[in-house]
T-cell receptor, first 116, second 113 residues
Framework: DAKTTQPNSMESNEEEPVHLPCNHS???????IHWYRQLPSQGPEYVIH???SNVNNRMASLAIAEDRKSSTLILHRATLRDAAVYYC?????????????????FGKGTKLSVKP | DGGITQSPKYLFRKEGQNVTLSCEQN?????MYWYRQDPGQGLRLIYY???????QKGDIAEGYSVSREKKESFPLTVTSAQKNPTAFYLC????????????FGSGTRLTVV
């Protein structure tokens, strides 16, 4: 499975933008880039996903490098409620579902702290 | 509102006992998943099911069993063969496998006493 690399932790100030990086140099053409976040003692929550083009939704923006080997999750104005572990995950959307292919595989993610 | 319900939220089990964790979804999703999370770690896949009456082992299936008799339900049994069952268990579902996003439940925290 293609892997992702994220920093273990990041800090941000409240109401400032946050850029969470993710490297995925072995990404394949059919891999989608998914981002989830997990608040303490809760299940992960879907944030955003994309394939090639940048994506925006009400929670965040996803900027994908032209060669797709890296991406950045952008929180435009961090709030205290954004403090969580953020996971960057590759998911095969190409229909190759033998074994565990196509399932989400979670690494340790980036723990984001937001200071008031 | 549609979602995934896991119960109970906290569960205590004596060593040597089997215990079953419930997961129900009303999202009409075909695929369902069970993950285990240990403190400070990411999630590891235990079992997944792409369709009713079918399920596959994930990366850490030993000591666990599942069933998928109904589309809405995917219970997980932690058997006495699981050597270190104390963990946070998360159930998820998606429309089907592929690029679709997952919806997660709020988890069950299992402690062996």
């Amino acid at each position: 499975d293609a892997k992702t690399t994220q920093p273990n932790s990041m800090e941000s100030n409240e109401e400032e933008p946050v850029h969470l990086p993710c490297n995925h140099s072995t990404i394949s053409g059919t891999d989608y880039i998914h981002w989830y976040r997990q608040l303490p003692s809760q299940g992960p929550e879907y944030v955003i996903h994309g394939l090639t083009s940048n994506v925006n939704n009400r929670m965040a923006s996803l900027a994908i490098a032209e060669d797709r080997k890296s991406s950045t999750l952008i929180l435009h104005r961090a709030t205290l409620r954004d403090a969580a572990v953020y996971y960057c995950i590759l998911r095969d959307g190409g229909g190759n579902y033998g074994g565990s292919q196509g399932n989400l595989i979670f690494g340790k993610g980036t723990k984001l702290s937001v200071k008031p | 509102d549609g979602g995934i319900t896991q119960s109970p939220k906290y569960l205590f089990r004596k060593e040597g006992q089997n215990v079953t964790l419930s997961c129900e979804q009303n999202l009409n999703h075909d695929a369902m998943y069970w993950y285990r999370q240990d403190p400070g770690q990411g999630l590891r896949l235990i079992y997944y099911s792409q369709i009713v009456n079918d399920f596959q082992k994930g990366d850490i299936a030993e000591g666990y069993s599942v069933s998928r008799e109904k589309k809405e339900s995917f219970p997980l049994t932690v058997t006495s063969a699981q050597k270190n069952p104390t963990a946070f268990y998360l159930c998820a579902s998606s429309i089907r496998t592929g690029s679709y996003g997952y919806t997660f439940g709020s988890g069950t925290r299992l402690t062996v006493v």
